[in-house]
């Protein structure tokens, strides 16, 4: 089984050598068939990889900035924990937000400033971010369900941080690593981390090899009697 001697070399690993539907086939093979964030969520830049350890932030919605008979801890409190979660980043996390609905951003170009100076490793939203070209200008990693220029300010608040999420079925923990390219974002539980990667890796070197099996003349059929893959 592959081992990684910290987490800096198992992003890399992923980022420049797997691609989530290897991943996702290994997972599905292990029997963990539900794994892949719903397939709305897109990195902003096309052709962006994204790799780190959850950050898990609870959006919700709001509709006044307070009232007098608000009995709730952070009903005066504007952006409820949001920037509290922001400065909790740690390096090569990934801030992961959901709870919201779709009448607001919940990323925008200031929030990836802070986050790049934390050198956190992106951010994944089940919602909108704003200032799309600043984000991109940036390099930073984001990934959401679109762009839409509503402030989140008298709309929504971050009401917890570091706590399980789940978006679109999938359980999210603090700590879960995530990985997403531009045809999905994954969410591998711990307890499979290792030997998904480990066989996602040997996946990648047979489909290799059927590659070039095809290139070569073999048909399909053949080649998956063969090799098993396909």
Known sequence: MTNFDNDADLF????????T??????LDQMGLTRQ???AEIAPLQPGTKIAGRAMPVLEADIFDLGHPASNG???NKPFGLMLEALDDLRENEIYIATGASLRYALWGELMSTRALHLKAAGAILDGYVRDAAGIRGLGFPAFCRGIYAQDQGPRGKVIDYRCTIEIGGVKIAPGTLLF???EGVLAIPA???HEAIARALEKVKSENVVADAIKGGMSATEAFATYGVM
């Not at 890399?12 to 691609?19: E, I, P, Q, R």
């Open 12 to 19: 890399k690993t992923l980022k420049n050598d797997l691609f």
């Open 21 to 26: 539907a290897v991943i996702g086939d290994v």
């Open 36 to 38: 892949f964030l719903p």
């Open 73 to 75: 801890p952070l009903a």
């Open 180 to 182: 997403g390219d531009e």
């Open 191 to 193: 307890e499979a981390e």
